[in-house]
């Protein structure tokens, strides 16, 4: 079993800034991919952005690209997402994932999830 833990969210306004945390209780093969969903109220779990923990290779979602950036630490088992230039449409609980694959990922087919950090961008 694997715990994954996130950190960071909060109250921000329109343009700030905020980064997220996730650590993880340990590395196995179903965590090759780390990443972050988002879900709004009303709206289902959307996938945020994505990375291979060994590449480094990182995925986002079109509605974060360029404003988002996922990074990881290795030596701390944790993935970050720094979040810039927010807007109030990216209010949402923001959840830690981790899969086999992306394209697990990107089904909503993790083997692992948190418990969500909430964030809240007032205009």
């Known amino acids: 079993q694997v715990q994954l833990v996130e950190s960071g969210g909060g109250l921000v306004q329109a343009g700030g800034s905020l980064r997220l945390s996730c650590a993880a209780s340990?590395?196995?093969?179903?965590?090759?991919?780390r990443g972050w969903f988002r879900q709004a109220p009303g709206k289902e779990r959307d996938f945020v952005a994505g990375?291979?923990?060994?590449?480094?290779?990182?995925y986002y979602a079109d509605s974060v690209r360029g404003r988002f950036t996922i990074s990881r630490d290795n030596a701390n088992n944790t993935v970050y997402l720094q979040m810039n230039s927010l807007k109030p449409e990216d209010t949402a609980v923001y959840f830690c994932?981790?899969?086999?694959?992306?394209?697990?990922?990107?089904?909503?087919?993790?083997?692992?999830w948190g418990q969500g950090t909430q964030v809240t961008v007032s205009s």
């Open positions: 994932t981790a899969a086999l694959s992306m394209a697990n990922m990107r089904a909503a087919r993790s083997a692992y």
């Open positions: 340990r590395h196995t093969v179903n965590t090759a991919f």
């Open positions: 990375i291979n923990w060994s590449t480094g290779d990182a």
